[in-house]
């Protein structure tokens, strides 16, 4: 499947501000299943982007741009070509033992709740794969989806309590059971082709990784219940979210500000509705 994708970030400031610096983790790899046909970055200021990789291979791009600055747009479209792999991860770029995924963060610490919740669901099967499979279905069908109560900084166990919140939560609440399980567990941050249609998305879209012996990788989406398909677009890797992020940066100076995100994920070729 070929799906095109727009993602636009505005930054406003009541008072401008005088400089900022951004990072990007924007801009998605080729891998097993994933094919990056064309990608694009566009800033709305005059400024140049310097592509690096970071520690955990994912393609990074950071710019410095001076003010005054009342508008920043940060935009990136492009077309990836996606096969079904059944979940599986395969052909990227790997620079730490899967042991380093069972690294807890202040994000995804279980606390006891979560404990006795992961413990539950792992009676569900004998095997690693099974469990995670077990575990994603009991978050799938325990929490319900509210961007309302939740926001960046919520961790696992803050999320857990609510049994709402977005897809970043859903994320953070299987990798924290699945490393009390002692299974390696990773964020991912990317795109995702709805099925109904509906092409405008407020936020991009994140799941999970899990290493499963004989397997290897194998990506679970809680969100939606199902194990990451040609739908899914893969962009970036940490061990929570603040290390997947698709932007952060500083700014100095600047007052008021105000954000907005919009994202378009389309199956190029196909009439859709907004």
């Given at each position: 499947?070929r ?75 492009g ?36 404990i ?6 792992a ?29 960046t ?15 970043q939560?859903?994320?953070?609440v299987?990798?924290?059971c699945?490393?009390h ?42 969100t ?20 997947a ?7 100095r ?12 994920v ?9």
């Amino acid at each position: 499947m070929r799906i095109r994708i727009h993602h636009e970030t505005i930054y406003r400031y009541n008072t401008p501000a005088k400089s900022a610096i951004e990072l990007l983790r924007l801009t998605p790899r080729n891998h097993d299943g994933q094919y990056v046909v064309r990608w694009r970055i566009d800033v709305s200021e005059d400024c140049r982007l310097e592509q690096h990789e970071d520690a955990f291979g994912n393609l990074t791009h950071t710019f410095t741009v001076d003010g005054p600055i009342s508008e920043l747009r940060i935009g990136v479209s492009g077309e990836v070509e996606t096969q079904d792999t059944a979940g599986v991860i395969r052909g990227t770029l790997e620079r730490f033992p899967e042991s380093l995924f069972l690294r807890g963060t202040a994000l995804t610490k279980p606390d006891d709740e979560i404990i006795a919740f992961a413990e539950d669901a792992a009676l569900a099967a004998d095997n690693t794969l099974g469990r995670l499979h077990a575990l994603q279905s009991r978050i799938f069908e325990t929490f319900s989806f509210d961007a309302d109560p939740t926001n960046t900084g919520t961790s696992a166990s803050e999320a857990f309590v609510l049994k709402r919140g977005v897809c970043q939560d859903y994320a953070h609440v299987f990798i924290a059971c699945a490393r009390h399980l002692g299974i390696p567990a990773r964020y991912i941050g990317g795109h995702f082709l709805r099925s109904d249609g509906l092409t405008t998305q407020e936020a991009g879209h994140a799941w999970a990784e899990a290493y499963a012996p004989d397997l290897g990788w194998v990506a679970f989406d809680p969100t939606n219940g199902v194990s990451a398909t040609d739908s899914h677009v893969r962009v970036a890797v940490g061990l929570d979210y603040l290390g997947a992020a698709p932007i952060r940066g500083t700014r100095r100076g600047g007052t008021g500000e105000t954000l907005a995100v919009t994202v378009q994920v389309d199956q190029a070729g196909r009439q859709t509705q907004s």
